[in-house]
């Protein structure tokens, strides 16, 4: 049994059998932390690594472990309810117990394991990464590619009203808020592919939907649906990566990764605007509809299941049937139900919201700054169409310059905040060194060095946006201040998110499921009163208030820089 559990037969007279437990030890909770944060989901959700949990939970794990009868009971529907169920009492493991010793307990068939993910060979990660990143590509390009066709279907649905004008876009992003409290803890408890196939369908029957909508009330009501379930890449993507690639070599595929969110959005609007003024505003729903679902049956076809805690339960109903032993378990299975994933995923970032005041300063900026790019995304048509006389297709062009600022602040921050965080908390140690205390590390505050050079830029470019469209200023002039805009909404987005990372540590997921939450909603909504400041005063001052409130939160970085560590250990959350 050993054998098929991937455990080698213990010989301790063997010195190459030593050199082979050293070599193959069980991780340490830092380095299962550090996993954990890695691969995308929370600490207490098996990772490649295995589990690192609180002290209650560990107690917990082991716990289950030992809930079932001596390996001679041939009891088998009571050893399974017995290790599912916990129905009968048996005297807790002892804190040094490795699990891994048990004979019942399956991993993976030694390091080499070809079903490890991490052993795939490459054409295999890289056919799952591509078809990934391309899923997460085409869903936020959903999110604007409509934008430039709004004003023919106002017409054609016989409607003035500026602000269904803007939710019928903006809506889609509302969709962005509910679909992550879904899809990732489905994906704990199914697996990421079973999700991304069931997701993925629904996305096209959706579309589907909006290109048949007989009415604006249906097209809204289809838009927001198919952004839930368009979220499920942009959710579980990364995790899926993380899966498949170790730490030390999964940046260059991450960085692919974020270019979808990235440039989906930007790009959207530039082949929604062609698309509509030549065939009209369905088609830009049926060509979403036409690559994802291309895209969705290759996935079906070639993408394979990544996540390690369902490969294993896998392999474990296989050797159950091979061997009849029914004591056989998954070591990522710590007898937690599907309701008890599902609840967990769900609850806890609602917790952070409502109790963590870090993720409630954060989460307001971050929804101020997301916000304001929504608002771009539905004004731009109206302003390049009214003020310059540009055409739908020509006004796509216009939102170029937010996907040029985006990436030109992805390459600034991308070369700086490594590099800055690495340097000040190498000065810190020294510093402590040199006092004799205790070395403290890469604080997450240092993560916020670049904040308010993009809290700088965001109002700057507002005001040059906004001012030199209503002196009707060469159109090149508003498109490099969308620019300016795109350099420092990234910039700001990049640095907030890395911070709630390094700040939650093992809870990371659920802090950014949290802010992902919140600033979705921001996305769907702030849109709205945006058109009635910019009916009033007009896109000048309009974008003037909207730079002024940016400004007004330049502060906060500063603030978090100098009380961020105090208000984390202050706040910091027990029961999560």
Same mark, same amino acid.
């Given at each position: 049994?050993?054998?098929?559990?991937?455990?080698?037969?213990?010989?301790?007279d063997d010195p190459n059998t030593k050199a082979g437990h050293l070599l193959h030890r069980e991780p340490t909770r830092e380095e299962k932390t550090a996993e954990a944060v890695a691969e995308g989901h929370d600490a207490d959700i098996p990772s490649s690594l295995g589990y690192v949990l609180?002290?209650?939970g560990e107690k917990q794990r082991?716990?289950?472990?030992?809930?079932?009868?001596a390996s001679g009971n041939n009891d088998d529907d009571a050893a399974h309810h017995d290790v599912e169920k916990g129905g009968i009492s048996t005297p807790e493991l002892p804190d040094d117990v490795d699990s891994s010793e048990d004979e019942?307990?399956?991993?993976?068939?030694?390091?080499d394991d070809p079903a490890n993910p991490y052993n795939w060979p490459t054409w295999r990660k890289v056919m799952n990464c591509f078809?990934?990143? %391309?899923?997460? !590509?085409?869903?936020?390009?959903?999110?604007?590619?409509?934008?430039?066709g709004v004003p023919e279907l106002m017409r054609e649905f016989q409607n003035n009203s500026p602000y269904l004008a803007a939710f019928v876009v903006s809506v889609y992003v509302l969709g962005f808020a509910a679909g992550p409290l879904l899809c990732a803890p489905l994906s704990e408890i199914y697996g990421r592919t079973i999700v991304y196939h069931v997701c993925n369908v629904f996305f096209i029957c959706f579309n589907i939907g909006a290109a048949l909508a007989p009415s604006l009330n249906s097209l809204i009501g289809f838009r927001l649906l %198919?952004?839930? !379930?368009?979220?499920a890449p942009l959710t579980n993507g990364g995790g899926s990566i993380a899966d498949m690639i170790r730490q030390e070599k999964r940046g260059a595929a991450m960085a692919i990764f974020s270019i979808g969110p990235l440039l989906g959005p930007i790009v959207g609007p530039v082949a929604g605007g062609f698309?509509?003024?030549?065939?009209?505003?369905?088609?830009?729903?049926?060509?979403?509809?036409?690559?994802?679902?291309?895209?969705s049956l290759v996935m079906l076809l070639f993408l394979r299941e990544t996540y390690a805690a369902v490969i294993l339960d896998r392999?474990?109903?296989?050797l159950r049937k091979e061997t009849g032993n029914e004591l056989l378990r998954s070591k990522l299975d710590i007898g937690l139900s599907s309701a008890d994933y599902f609840k967990r995923g769900i609850i806890r970032p609602l917790k952070l919201i409502a109790f963590s005041p870090i993720s409630q300063i954060f989460g307001l900026y971050i929804a101020v700054v997301y916000g304001y790019l929504y608002l771009m995304f539905t004004s731009i048509t109206t302003v390049f169409q009214t003020y310059y006389g540009f055409t739908a297709g020509t006004a796509g062009l216009a939102f170029m310059g937010l996907g040029v600022g985006s990436m030109l602040g992805l390459v600034f921050f991308s070369i700086t905040s490594d590099k800055y965080i690495k340097k000040k908390a190498a000065e810190a140690d020294a510093a402590a060194d040199a006092a004799g205390a205790t070395r403290e590390g890469m604080k997450p505050e240092y993560r916020l060095v670049s904040v308010p050079i993009g809290a700088v830029l965001l109002p700057a470019g507002l005001f040059i946006y906004g001012w030199t469209a209503e002196y009707h200023i060469h159109w090149f002039v508003p498109i490099l201040g969308t620019a300016v805009v795109g350099v420092g909404n990234l910039i700001i987005f990049m640095a907030l998110q890395l911070y709630l990372v390094d700040a939650f540590t093992v809870y990371a997921a659920s802090a950014l499921a949290a802010n992902a939450v919140v600033r979705s909603v921001a996305g769907a909504v702030l849109p709205l009163a945006g058109l009635k400041l910019f009916q009033n005063l007009g896109v000048g001052w309009g974008n003037s208030v909207l730079g002024f409130i940016a400004a007004g939160m330049l502060p906060v970085p500063f603030l978090i820089l100098k009380y961020g560590e105090y208000l984390r250990k202050r706040f910091e959350l027990k029961d999560l």
């Open positions: 049994m050993a054998k098929e559990t991937g455990h080698p037969p213990e010989d301790n609180d002290e209650r082991k716990n289950s472990l030992a809930r079932k009868p019942n307990v399956v991993w993976w068939d030694g390091p078809l990934i990143s %391309a899923m997460t !590509f085409v869903t936020p390009l959903a999110s604007s590619i409509f934008a430039p %198919a952004g839930i !379930f368009g979220s698309l509509s003024e030549s065939a009209g505003w369905r088609w830009v729903f049926w060509l979403i509809v036409i690559v994802a679902g291309v895209i392999k474990v109903r296989r």
